[in-house]
């Protein structure tokens, strides 16, 4: 599976931007899908992961209530609805395919830049 990450970019505080993540392979579906961030001089944090049906998203506490996961297994595609964003948002945001405990593919990243 490869993994193309897009829609990053520089927003005001209180925007909004959708993160997209075109998968390649016939396999995507049987794949639960996560996003990741690492601002600089920070770990890689997770923050949104849907199951391979779309059901049972769940993300992090500090994006619940602003950010949506969504995927549309038909189109090979996982996006990422961001509203209300602040400056600690801003990171650059990892794609990512996991079958186990742990990403078995990791997309390139999209940088994410909110300005306050």
């Known amino acids: 599976v490869q993994l193309q990450a897009s829609g990053g970019g520089l927003v005001q505080a209180g925007g909004s931007l959708r993160l997209s993540c075109a998968a390649s392979g016939r396999t995507f579906s049987s794949y639960r899908m996560d996003w990741f961030r690492q601002a600089p001089g920070k770990e890689r944090e997770f923050v949104a992961g849907?199951?391979?049906?779309?059901?049972?998203?769940y993300y992090a506490d500090s994006v619940k209530g602003r950010f949506t996961i969504s995927r549309d297994n038909a189109a090979n595609t996982v996006y990422l609805q961001m509203n209300s964003l602040n400056p600690e948002d801003t990171a650059v945001y990892y794609c990512?395919?996991?079958?186990?405990?742990?990403?078995?593919?990791w997309g390139q990243g999209t940088q994410v830049t909110v300005s306050s």
């Open positions: 990512a395919a996991t079958r186990g405990r742990a990403p078995d593919y």
């Open positions: 849907i199951s391979w049906s779309g059901g049972n998203p």
